[in-house]
């Protein structure tokens, strides 16, 4: 176990330093520093918010433009917290509430308050296919994850792996069944190009689910969305 620490007072003494010119991956204490720097700067009452909106006049049921979804970075759809499907079955009411039932445009998604770097600059590349690593967004489910589901089949065969949402990212499967149980073994890599899932299943194993990255957060986001409106009956063209 490495440590690299160093504390200092308001004054800039310094309190305590072990190591502290080592540079070392600063994981989960970076939020320590971020959420000094919100409660410093940002009102008690501030939120982050995600708005939708219809860009357009609504004719007899008909929106005559697009729905617009604007995002600040909220965490908070989050099976953790507020379930993302219940957030959004809650949007859709709203939507047909408005008197919303077609939508003439297009679901458009804005997530430019954050950058397209999801990650910064020099990121452990054994880290993209874990889901406490997953990319930066400003629209964001689940930590920008989404889910993967592996079944093994035949022994010999390609295993049987879905994405969820669907569509949600593209798939290289190069994972194979196995008969034995002890070599199951599921490696989950993530890039710009889709989700890479390899290793061995065992034949037995069926559904078995995990977190990967998103590589396109928002779009994850809008296929929940667009899932929900379609639930309550509201059409896209």
């Known amino acids: 176990l490495k440590a690299s620490v160093l504390l200092v007072d308001a004054a800039g003494r310094v309190l305590f330093s072990h190591d502290s010119r080592e540079a070392l991956v600063p994981a989960s204490l970076?939020?320590?520093?971020?959420?000094?720097?919100c409660l410093d700067h940002l009102p008690g009452d501030f939120e982050l918010r995600t708005r939708l909106y219809a860009a357009g006049r609504v004719e007899n049921?008909?929106?005559r433009g697009s729905l617009v979804v604007v995002g600040e970075g909220d965490v908070g759809i989050d099976h953790r917290m507020d379930a993302p499907e219940k957030v959004f079955a809650r949007w859709a009411e709203a939507v047909v509430k408005a008197g919303i039932?077609?939508?003439?445009?297009?679901l458009l998604l804005d997530a430019t308050r954050f950058s397209d770097r999801g990650t910064p600059p020099g990121y452990p590349?054994?880290?993209?296919?874990?889901?406490?690593?997953?990319p930066v967004s400003a629209l964001s489910v689940d930590g920008s994850t989404l889910k993967v589901?592996?079944?093994?089949?035949?022994?010999?065969?390609?295993?049987?792996?879905?994405v969820v949402?669907?569509?949600?990212?593209?798939?290289?499967?190069?994972?194979?069944?196995?008969?034995v149980k002890k070599s199951h073994l599921v490696h989950i890599q993530t890039g710009d190009d889709?989700?890479?899932v390899r290793g061995r299943c065992w034949s037995k194993v069926r559904g078995r689910t995990f977190r990967a990255p998103?590589?396109?957060?928002?779009?994850v986001f809008g296929l929940l969305l667009a899932d929900a409106l379609a639930k309550a009956g509201v059409t896209l063209d």
């Open 149 to 162: 589901s592996v079944s093994g089949r035949k022994p010999g065969r390609p295993a049987k792996v879905v």
């Open 30 to 37: 970076a939020k320590i520093a971020v959420v000094a720097a």
């Open 214 to 219: 998103a590589p396109r957060p928002a779009r």
């Open 165 to 179: 949402p669907a569509g949600g990212a593209r798939v290289r499967n190069k994972l194979v069944t196995t008969a």
């Open 194 to 196: 889709g989700v890479l």
């Open 125 to 134: 590349p054994e880290l993209k296919g874990l889901s406490y690593a997953a």
């Open 61 to 63: 049921g008909v929106l």
């Open 101 to 106: 039932r077609r939508v003439e445009g297009d």
